[in-house]
């Protein structure tokens, strides 16, 4: 099953955009009459027939629509400093999309070394990766703020700081609790500075440890997204 994402499905008909059109047709090499489906990110699958192959805007009939099977009664928040190679940056997008996140901020802090991100570019890695991942629920991802004024902002759930330090004793997957709104905190390659962690603490995040192993910001952020789930998971089995 291919999957597609659309912005503007509506039923019983909707015309697609230039670009997904002649993806479809000419690329992919789909039919009039072809069965095709879409989501528009809000937790809906349409079941959807080709009715022409127009490359300029091809017509779209729903036939059905379904709730998609990713819900979850929790919601999880990654705050991630940006990575000084943004190409890891974006394998992170990928990946903690395909395992199910519902937000992404890029927060930067004292020690980043990438201060600026074209989330228009970024976007795009994330549509790719719901499609591929055949989840309808698409991830927002928001812009750039300093650690400063993300730490300031209002979270309804448990918030976590990931932090290395002999002190930091508590591991993400004994601290968390499950069913829970999650919001965690990765920083930069030069890891969090002594005083952002003290202001986070102030703000409410516990800090804690994701293991043993020194990780990369990226490793560490897909490592925290996978543990959330997991204590979900356990939790609900």
Request: glycine share 4%; net charge positive.
């Amino acid at each position: 099953m291919n999957l597609f994402y659309a912005t503007n499905i509506r039923s019983p008909h909707f015309i697609l955009n230039a670009e997904e059109s002649k993806h479809i047709i000419k690329v992919l090499r789909m039919k009039i009459n072809d069965s095709i489906f879409f989501t528009d990110g809000l937790g809906n699958l349409y079941n959807c027939t080709i009715e022409n192959d127009n490359l300029k805007g091809c017509k779209i009939k729903v036939n059905k629509i379904e709730k998609g099977k990713d819900k979850r009664n929790f919601k999880i928040h990654m705050a991630v400093a940006p990575t000084k190679n943004i190409n890891r940056y974006e394998w992170f997008l990928e990946k903690v999309t395909e395992l199910g996140v519902d937000n992404i901020t890029p927060v930067i802090c004292n020690h980043s070394e990438r201060k600026i991100l074209k989330t228009a570019r970024l976007k795009k890695v994330i549509i790719a990766a719901l499609k591929q991942s055949l989840k309808t629920f698409l991830p927002a991802l928001n812009e750039p703020l300093s650690f400063n004024n993300f730490i300031k902002q209002t979270f309804n759930g448990q918030k976590f700081i990931a932090y290395i330090h002999p002190e930091i004793n508590q591991e993400l997957i004994n601290t968390a609790i499950p069913n829970k709104n999650t919001l965690i905190l990765i920083g930069p390659e030069g890891g969090f500075s002594p005083d952002e962690v003290k202001k986070a603490m102030d703000y409410g995040f516990k800090p804690v440890k994701l293991g043993h192993s020194r990780l990369r910001t990226e490793t560490a952020a897909i490592a925290a997204c996978h543990t959330i789930h997991d204590i979900n998971l356990l939790n609900n089995n």
